[in-house]
């Protein structure tokens, strides 16, 4: 079946140049192949501070980035804060990585004391530190066991009845200390895992495209995809790190 029989599913990644130091460009690059791969037309937009916001917004990303990335793009966000509330409460699939996730988060505390508010999306409250949180990571999640490398100083906590992205079964998380790992509301995920997440978890990739093309198209009719490698590099680290096999 060609990809126009199946639809255009718009992909749009949040400030690439600012805000994706640690490869999470990968992401968006994942979702394009895999969408291709399954018979959809991938449409990515990058939205850069001072653009317009696209027509069409079916799956929004965003990444890591500096203290110096984050001021750059912050009031472009504070300008898209509503339309981006409005996506995120209608259902919209996100996947908002590391400095990211912190701004969708209710606020971040820097070292200093200052207080900097976030878009409220996800109820998480970062408090930077002097101590940073390095290394592969294996979680617990909806999507399965998840896989990636987290390298960041901002300590997270989950507000009340904050449902997090999984539970940790090796490494730091979002404190290093409740064994939790990034935050879930409705379809927006927030996550500390570099990597890029992606390409190590095809299931993830899988489910956050499952849901915007059947928002998109009324249904997700996947491909006959060939993920052997994907997969046994993932199940390497699983068993590398903590023993289990599927």
């Known amino acids: 079946m060609s990809a126009a029989h199946k639809g255009e599913v718009h992909l749009v990644h949040l400030y690439p ?7 999470d460009l990968g992401n968006t690059r994942c979702l394009a192949a895999r969408l291709r791969w399954h018979g959809y037309e991938p449409v990515v937009h990058g939205h850069h501070p001072g653009e317009r916001w696209p027509a069409q917004a079916h799956l929004v990303l965003g990444g890591g980035g500096q203290d110096s990335g ?18 995120a409460a209608d259902g919209v699939p996100m996947l908002m990585i590391c400095g990211m996730y912190q701004l969708f988060g209710e606020a971040f505390i820097t070292v200093e004391g200052r207080r900097l508010p976030g878009l409220g999306v996800l109820d998480v409250t970062t408090t930077g530190n002097r101590t940073r949180m390095i290394g592969p990571v294996v979680l617990d999640t909806d999507f399965g066991t998840v896989v990636g490398y987290e390298n960041h100083s901002g300590s997270t906590v989950l507000g009340p009845g904050q449902q997090p992205f999984g539970s940790v079964l090796h490494g730091e998380g979002n404190n290093g200390q409740d064994r939790t790992e990034g935050a879930r509301t409705h379809n927006v995920v927030g996550s500390y895992l570099h990597g890029p997440i992606l390409p190590a978890n095809p299931r993830l990739a899988d489910g956050l495209l499952e849901i915007a093309a059947r928002r998109v198209t009324g249904e997700f009719v996947p491909g006959e995809l060939d993920d052997r490698i994907a997969d046994e590099a993932h199940q390497r680290q699983v068993v590398r790190l903590t023993g289990r096999r599927r």
Do not use: F, K, T
């Open 17 to 23: 140049r600012e805000m994706s130091i640690y490869g």
């Open 70 to 87: 984050q001021v750059r793009v912050q009031d472009d966000l504070d300008r898209q804060a509503d339309r981006l509330r409005e996506l």
